[in-house]
């Protein structure tokens, strides 16, 4: 790029998102794409700082160039840090944008150790539903195959345990989302943690991840 300017940047790619014919995620990501070339030479610091103004802020299409812009530079998610995670996600109040940083950011934050154990089950204790929502969507990065994960029961199933009892209906949806995540590389771990919940888990769970375990579908035909 002709400038190393992070606002410039910054400025270039709200100018064209502001620009789009019609806004949806295919239309936002053939921007990102152009941009994750255009990137491509500059360092790891420039695209941190371009993502952490894009992520800084509320606007949908630029969270979804930021946190995709910063996932395909493993050197700049290297460089993430916990306060950046927590700044980042002060303004997350939906379920699209929950989910969006969970399984890019914040879930890949924490499988490449920029993000503490200690830090996630933090928000499985938080007030916020968001928060406590985010901590399970976090999982799905450790053991999706598409998103680069080589499996975690480990922390996957602490993560689910400590949110077994909740009934917001958000987090009650993402425990069955990352149960089911899960079972596809250990079943056996995840059906054996169904058995064991038993009735503490919600209904939808249970279904949902016995049906996933028996047909490899999240409902039954």
């Given at each position: 790029?002709?400038?190393?300017?992070?606002?410039?940047?910054?400025?270039?790619?709200?100018?064209?998102?502001?620009?789009?014919?019609?806004?949806?995620?295919?239309?936002?990501?053939?921007?990102?794409?152009?941009?994750?070339?255009?990137?491509?030479?500059?360092?790891?610091?420039?695209?941190?700082?371009?993502?952490?103004?894009?992520?800084?802020?509320?606007?949908?299409?630029?969270?979804?160039?930021?946190?995709?812009?910063?996932?395909?530079?493993?050197?700049?998610?290297?460089k993430v840090t916990s306060a950046a995670v927590e700044r980042w996600i002060g303004s997350l109040s939906d379920w699209g944008s929950v989910d969006l940083f969970g399984v890019t950011v914040a879930g890949v934050a924490w499988r490449e150790g920029r993000l503490s154990d200690a830090r996630v089950m933090k928000w499985t204790r938080s007030k916020d539903r968001w928060r406590r929502r985010l901590a399970l969507v976090?999982?799905?990065?450790?053991?999706?195959?598409?998103?680069?994960?080589?499996?975690?029961?480990?922390?996957?199933?602490?993560?689910?345990?400590?949110?077994?009892?909740?009934?917001?209906?958000?987090?009650?949806?993402?425990?069955?989302?990352?149960?089911?995540?899960?079972?596809?590389?250990?079943?056996?771990?995840?059906?054996?943690?169904?058995?064991?919940?038993?009735?503490?888990?919600?209904?939808?769970?249970?279904?949902?991840?016995?049906?996933?375990?028996?047909?490899?579908?999240?409902?039954?035909?």
């Amino acid at each position: 790029m002709k400038t190393t300017r992070p606002a410039e940047i910054v400025g270039a790619i709200q100018h064209e998102l502001r620009n789009l014919p019609v806004v949806t995620t295919p239309t936002i990501r053939t921007v990102r794409r152009a941009y994750d070339e255009r990137l491509a030479d500059e360092s790891a610091a420039i695209v941190l700082a371009v993502s952490d103004m894009l992520l800084s802020g509320r606007d949908w299409s630029e969270r979804v160039v930021g946190a995709e812009l910063l996932v395909h530079r493993r050197d700049a998610v290297r460089k993430v840090t916990s306060a950046a995670v927590e700044r980042w996600i002060g303004s997350l109040s939906d379920w699209g944008s929950v989910d969006l940083f969970g399984v890019t950011v914040a879930g890949v934050a924490w499988r490449e150790g920029r993000l503490s154990d200690a830090r996630v089950m933090k928000w499985t204790r938080s007030k916020d539903r968001w928060r406590r929502r985010l901590a399970l969507v976090a999982t799905v990065p450790l053991n999706s195959r598409a998103r680069g994960g080589t499996g975690d029961a480990a922390r996957t199933l602490h993560v689910c345990r400590a949110l077994v009892d909740d009934r917001d209906d958000m987090v009650v949806k993402a425990l069955s989302w990352a149960l089911r995540e899960l079972a596809k590389r250990e079943p056996a771990r995840v059906a054996r943690f169904v058995r064991d919940q038993g009735d503490r888990l919600a209904p939808r769970v249970r279904r949902e991840v016995t049906s996933k375990l028996e047909t490899g579908r999240k409902t039954k035909r």
